[in-house]
């Protein structure tokens, strides 16, 4: 058995192994303290919705069950299963130049890949979100978005493969270089994009409209001398009952979003200590610092491709009989999260602290108490779990667990931290 067939199947089998390990202490953790509320939030949360929280991350843990059955088998069929080598072939027929043939390929591995992913998705959606009151979406909606979706990404994605593609045709030795300029470049371009091109395609967005809210935000602003290219409202609701706040862009097409469901749920000072939050991470240069990680973790990637790619045991010991740069970006993106999967909790730790520092700017420039009242609110009215595995946690949360980010706010109000169970 060559090496690299050896060693992506131990990856695979040990990668699986863990999160399958980490979805039973999960499981086994929220389950073993759901019948009871933790001493932070029993004013603010009720025994019914803290154990609705934890059917509800049951439910989804279950769905995450058949996702972790069926992606490894998907990946080997796809792999060392002959399943792309398969495709490979089937695109050669149609004779077209290396440039073109890798863009189908990879078009359509895409597409293929989305298909198999669909049930899943509209089991989690039309399945555990309605079951538990959170999906607003109709079967017509969920269409048009995905074929919406599946438009735009064709839209966008397709020059961009073009161009990675070429590069790595034309641009020598060091067209990873090359790649990783354009790939950057592409990146502030959706960034720069996605407020006003892209996401109006799919939600209604409306100015906040004049009154206290609104006074209340703007006064925040200026206070943080956050200048955005205004505050509004998505109509969330119409597809979730899930709500949340984001500022995106960047320069002056920065904008501030909040979903409706979420203005309907909290009062004016915990939306504003909410916003706070969100401006926290501009102003500690959370979006600077996770571009330049990203930029690194993109470089590395691109140059340990433009190795492999040049290698001849890299195709076949992932089960594909010749070598194209087409191929070669394929098999890297399917067996790159294999290995990855390893490196999660340094992801997450690196997030959990950005999220720490934003909490601590908004109790400086608003309140920690509303901010807990309106986290209390937030984690109540989404069903989240108040008492995540901390393992689990580490692994697949870019924040911190619920109990432990109330504490550290408790701590800036001077009192005694707020305790989980």
Excluded at 28 to 45: M, Q, S
Excluded at 51 to 56: F, G, N, V
């Amino acid at each position: 058995m060559p090496t690299l067939t050896l060693l992506f199947l131990i990856a695979l089998a040990a990668g699986t192994a863990l999160q399958w390990w980490l979805l039973r202490r999960q499981a086994n953790h929220v389950a073993a303290h759901a019948d009871t509320v933790p001493t932070a939030f029993a004013e603010g949360i009720s025994l019914a919705d803290h154990q609705k929280a934890a059917s509800y991350t049951l439910a989804k843990l279950g769905l995450a069950r058949w996702e972790l059955l069926i992606g490894p088998l998907v990946l080997l069929a796809w792999t060392l299963g002959g399943g792309l080598a398969l495709l490979d072939r089937s695109w050669l027929a149609a004779d077209w130049s290396p440039l073109w043939h890798g863009v189908a390929l990879l078009t359509s591995l895409s597409l293929i890949s989305g298909l198999l992913d669909l049930p899943l998705r509209v089991a989690a959606t039309f399945g555990v979100e309605t079951r538990f009151g959170f999906n607003r979406t109709t079967p017509g909606r969920f269409v048009t978005d995905l074929l919406l979706e599946t438009l735009v990404g064709l839209l966008i994605g397709t020059p961009l493969i073009a161009v990675m593609l070429w590069l790595m045709m034309e641009a020598g030795g060091l067209w990873w270089l090359w790649a990783w300029g354009v790939w950057m470049g592409f990146m502030l371009l959706m960034t720069w994009a996605y407020p006003t091109l892209i996401a109006p395609m799919f939600n209604k967005f409306e100015p906040l409209e004049q009154g206290e809210l609104r006074s209340r935000l703007e006064n925040l602003l200026t206070r943080c001398g956050f200048h955005s290219d205004g505050m509004f409202v998505m109509d969330g609701s119409k597809r979730s009952a899930h709500g949340n706040a984001y500022f995106t862009g960047f320069g002056r097409n920065k904008r501030i979003v909040f979903y409706d469901t979420l203005l309907n749920g909290l009062e004016p000072p915990e939306v504003e200590a909410v916003l706070a939050h969100e401006l926290g991470h501009f102003k500690r240069r959370h979006i600077v610092k996770m571009l330049l990680v990203t930029a690194i973790l993109s470089l590395a990637g691109l140059a340990a491709l433009g190795w492999l790619s040049q290698q001849a045991w890299f195709y076949t010991g992932l089960g594909v009989d010749r070598q194209s740069p087409a191929l070669a970006l394929a098999l890297f993106m399917l067996v790159l999260p294999v290995f990855g999967v390893f490196f999660q909790p340094l992801l997450s730790a690196f997030s959990r602290k950005h999220e720490f520092e934003a909490d601590a700017y908004a109790a400086e420039q608003a309140s920690a108490n509303d901010l807990i009242g309106g986290l209390v609110k937030m984690y109540r009215d989404s069903a989240s779990t108040l008492t995540p595995d901390p393992l689990y946690s580490a692994f697949h949360h870019s924040h911190p667990p619920a109990p432990v980010r109330v504490a550290h706010l408790s701590s800036k109000l001077g009192g005694p931290a707020a305790q989980g169970s």
